[in-house]
T-cell receptor, first 116, second 114 residues
Framework: AQTVTQSQPEMSVQEAETVTLSCTYD???????LFWYKQPPSRQMILVIR??????QNATENRFSVNFQKAAKSFSLKISDSQLGDAAMYFC?????????????FGQGTRLTINP | EAQVTQNPRYLITVTGKKLTVTCSQN?????MSWYRQDPGLGLRQIYY???????DKGDVPEGYKVSRKEKRNFPLILESPSPNQTSLYFC?????????????FGSGTRLTVV
């Protein structure tokens, strides 16, 4: 079974600085998807960024980028120019690409605080 | 607006009193899932459905039931709730296409069982 580990329960960063959230996963599969979700105090789960395992190029979405290291099974999220609105719980998630695979496997989450 | 709608948003109930959390999506998605979120454990899948009348267990199905009689609706049923089912619940849906654009989540239901 696949597992996802976020080893940083809490992180904090100064506004306008850069922060990196860590995520490692364990799988024997070669094709899969990886995601970062943001959960602000409103509880809504918001997709931040996604990565397809067959793509070597790291995904980017504006101030958010990932460092995908397939061999090391690592998928870290970098937030540049941190803003107060980035404060949230962040979840890393894995989904198999096997046909019919339904389950998102989530990490434990990292609570990010932005200091003004 | 494309969305997944869950109701209620908050619910406090007593042990053993049957309840249903509703979930409806307006995106014509085939795939729907229920997750529960607990501190330190992230989100775990309870049940999922790949289409009408097709449902299957996730990782933590004990104490829950689901049904998928219509494509848009996927209610979560707790026949006899217990305090260990106190949690934050999310319904989510996505399309069946090859490209996975990620699940769309509802706003969550905070359930407390006393």
């Amino acid at each position: 079974a696949q597992t996802v580990t976020q080893s940083q329960p809490e992180m904090s960063v100064q506004e306008a600085e850069t922060v990196t959230l860590s995520c490692t996963y364990d799988t024997s599969e070669s094709d899969y998807y990886l995601f970062w979700y943001k959960q602000p105090p409103s509880r809504q789960m918001i997709l931040v960024i996604r990565q397809e395992a067959y793509k070597q190029q790291n995904a980017t979405e504006n101030r958010f980028s990932v460092n995908f290291q397939k061999a090391a099974k690592s998928f870290s999220l970098k937030i540049s120019d941190s803003q107060l609105g980035d404060a949230a719980m962040y979840f890393c998630a894995y989904r198999s690409q096997i046909q019919g695979a339904q389950k998102l496997v989530f990490g434990q989450g990292t609570r990010l605080t932005i200091n003004p | 607006e494309a969305q997944v709608t869950q109701n209620p948003r908050y619910l406090i109930t007593v042990t053993g009193k049957k309840l249903t959390v509703t979930c409806s999506q307006n995106m014509n998605h085939e795939y729907m899932s229920w997750y529960r979120q607990d501190p330190g454990l992230g989100l775990r899948q309870i049940y999922y459905s790949m289409n009408v009348e097709v449902t299957d267990k996730g990782d933590v199905p004990e104490g829950y039931k689901v049904s998928r009689k219509e494509k848009r609706n996927f209610p979560l049923i707790l026949e006899s709730p217990s305090p260990n089912q106190t949690s934050l619940y999310f319904c989510a849906s996505r399309n069946r296409g090859f490209r996975d654009y990620g699940y769309t989540f509802g706003s969550g239901t905070r359930l407390t069982v006393v």
